[in-house]
């Protein structure tokens, strides 16, 4: 298994385990890792199919992240936000694959690794 199914059997592992939520007014302590890690799945759409990766399985994980937090419409509104704001900070600089966008792509394979791992770890069931 190569590492971005990896790193995408890692994504899908952290929405399983994190246990549904109703909407409450206290942030849950590993909201903000998974605002990163919508962040990071927008940039890795942009980055993998600029150098190559022709298809949307970024946008796939991050929709199956949408379906298993099932958000309220302002919490999944940050969640695209997020998505978008990684989609754009790479869509405005890249026009073509380079050396830095393909180190760029290994950065934010690690850190979406670290994220899954970290987030199922402290807060999985």
């Not at 796939?60 to 969640?79: D, W």
Request: hydrophobic letters at 40%.
């Amino acid at each position: 298994m190569n590492r971005a199914s990896l790193f995408l059997v890692a994504a899908l592992a952290v929405s399983a385990v994190l246990p549904a939520r109703p909407a409450v007014a206290v942030e849950a302590p590993f909201e903000a890792g998974l605002m990163r890690l919508a962040e990071v799945l927008g940039s890795l759409h942009f980055l993998r199919n600029l150098c190559g990766e022709a298809g949307n399985d970024w946008r796939g994980q991050m929709e199956k992240l949408l379906e298993s937090e099932n958000p309220n419409p302002e919490r999944r509104a940050r969640f695209i936000a997020s998505f978008n704001r990684g989609y754009r900070s790479f869509s405005e600089s890249y026009k073509a694959c380079t050396p830095s966008a393909t180190e760029a792509i290994n950065r934010y394979m690690k850190e979406g690794e670290a994220l899954t791992r970290d987030i199922a770890s402290r807060y999985g069931n």
